[in-house]
């Protein structure tokens, strides 16, 4: 009887735990395709570099803008340019830009690949062990089920919002890179030529082309 009893109840355990992730899932899905549904967006940025073992705490601010597949992203010194096709690199202080191939970085971490899309790879779960004091926020953890190059990622949402509030992207050597998303503006104006790099703009610019 005890061994039945225990059986019903792993088997019950087992229900409500696949139930929270599919639950975790659509809430992820939800949020992705709210995003999606813009035609474009702006958002600051708050990011944190965080290795433990190596005792590294990195804080940059920055901003965001992102259009389908394309997107800029402005960090302190560095920005970065995608046209879907292209990724240029600016390093202000060396006056150096890095021109690469999206594809070459495909298995890579995009803002967009972030944002806008969800991945089936993932198998997403709620980490009940994380508590806010506003109750709608959540934390879910993407775990992949193909290699990467990075372990897991790891999502703040509003789920009466549908908003995300932050990610977090936990690689392989022990890194924890985290983007807290401020202020996302939706659907803005945005100036032809956004998301390419002008080497016009930057005529004393060194052009390190690695594709």
């Known amino acids: 009887m005890k061994k039945i009893l225990f059986a019903l109840a792993l088997l019950s355990t087992i229900s409500i735990f696949a139930q929270s992730n599919k639950e975790a899932e659509?809430?992820?899905?939800?949020v992705?395709?709210?995003i999606a549904s813009y035609d474009n967006f702006?958002?600051?940025?708050?990011?944190?570099m965080i290795n433990v073992e190596m005792d590294i705490n990195e804080k940059k601010t920055g901003s965001i803008l992102v259009s389908g597949d394309k997107y800029k992203v402005e960090m302190e010194g560095q920005v970065i340019f995608s046209d879907g096709v292209t990724l240029w690199t600016y390093l202000e202080d060396s006056e150096e830009v890095m021109i690469s191939n999206v594809s070459d970085n495909e298995d890579g971490i995009?803002?967009?690949?972030?944002?806008?899309?969800?991945?089936?790879d993932y198998k997403s779960s709620f980490d009940n062990d994380k508590k806010y004091k506003n109750s709608?926020?959540?934390?879910?953890?993407?775990?992949?089920?193909k290699d990467k190059g990075f372990q897991k990622l790891s999502l703040i949402i509003n789920q009466k919002n549908l908003s995300l509030d932050s990610f977090s992207?936990?690689?392989m050597n022990g890194n924890v890179f985290t983007y807290h998303i401020i202020n996302l503006k939706p659907n803005i104006t945005?100036?032809?030529?956004t998301f390419v790099f002008s080497e016009k703009k930057y005529p004393d610019v060194e052009v390190i082309d690695m594709r």
């Open 42 to 48: 702006s958002a600051e940025l708050s990011y944190t």
């Open 190 to 193: 945005l100036e032809e030529g």
């Open 32 to 34: 992705i395709n709210k």
């Open 26 to 30: 659509k809430l992820v899905k939800d």
């Open 110 to 120: 995009s803002p967009t690949s972030i944002l806008t899309k969800y991945d089936e």
């Open 169 to 171: 992207v936990y690689d």
């Open 136 to 145: 709608d926020v959540k934390k879910i953890d993407l775990k992949t089920t």
